[in-house]
Antibody, heavy 119, light 110 residues
């Protein structure tokens, strides 16, 4: 299985941007898609988007188009997700979750990164 | 459609069986056999318990089973145990090449 370590908690002001990182180790992630899922306090899971770790091709949920940028740095086995134009309701725990090749499921999850938006 | 539809809460006594439904559309659940289910205990990351509608990952109890009929997928927990008390989410691939989660169901063991 793939091990994942995400970057630490962030506190941001409304309108700012935040970048969350997710470093992989263990099994190779060749051909994997890295997905980003968030969970607001007391709320459910929300799929944000994904990036192919080989090609860099991305897919983004319509809700986040224009605000989410995903990237990967294969030299350090790290994926990044940047969310811009932060609003109070972007306060959430952000998870990365790799999808094995053509698996359509997520069998590993990062520990989550808490992003708090506060003035 | 912002989320697949799940009942907010489901409860049962120890030893009983419960079923959680997950209703989507012909653009997701109804077309693709890619429904997965996740169990989430408080303060923990989600854990995969069912994939491809009916398949269980290694190490997941056989008390968990999945099925699908039309646009609705279901998760059944048989022989309910106290440790099954958690939130459960379904997830499906969609025709837009995106994913959508269910609204989540809280299972309470009475």
């Amino acid at each position: 299985q793939v091990q994942l370590v995400q970057s630490g908690a962030e506190v941001k002001k409304p309108g700012a941007s935040v970048k969350v990182s997710c470093k992989t180790s263990g099994d190779t992630v060749t051909g994997y898609w890295m997905h980003w899922v968030r969970q607001a306090p007391g709320q459910g899971l929300e799929w944000m988007g994904c990036i192919n770790l080989d090609s860099g091709v991305t897919q983004t949920a319509q809700k986040f188009q224009g605000r989410v940028t995903m990237a990967r740095d294969t030299s350090i086995n790290t994926a990044h997700m940047e969310l811009s134009g932060l609003r109070y309701d972007d306060t959430a725990l952000y998870y990365c979750a790799p999808e094995p090749v053509e698996a359509y499921f997520f069998d590993s999850w990062g520990q989550g990164t808490l992003v708090s938006v506060s003035s | 459609q912002s989320a697949l539809t799940q009942p907010a809460s489901v409860s049962g006594s120890p030893g009983q069986s419960i079923t959680i439904s997950c209703t989507g559309t012909s653009s997701d659940v109804g077309t693709y056999d890619t429904v997965s289910w996740y169990q989430q205990h408080p303060g923990k990351a989600p854990k995969l318990i069912i994939y491809e509608v009916t398949r269980r990952p290694s190490g997941v109890s056989s008390r968990f089973s999945g099925s699908k009929s039309g646009n609705t997928a279901s998760l059944t927990i048989s022989g309910l145990r106290p440790e099954d008390e958690a939130d459960y989410y379904c997830c499906s691939f969609t025709q837009s090449y995106t994913y959508i989660f269910g609204s989540g169901s809280t299972v309470t063991v009475l």
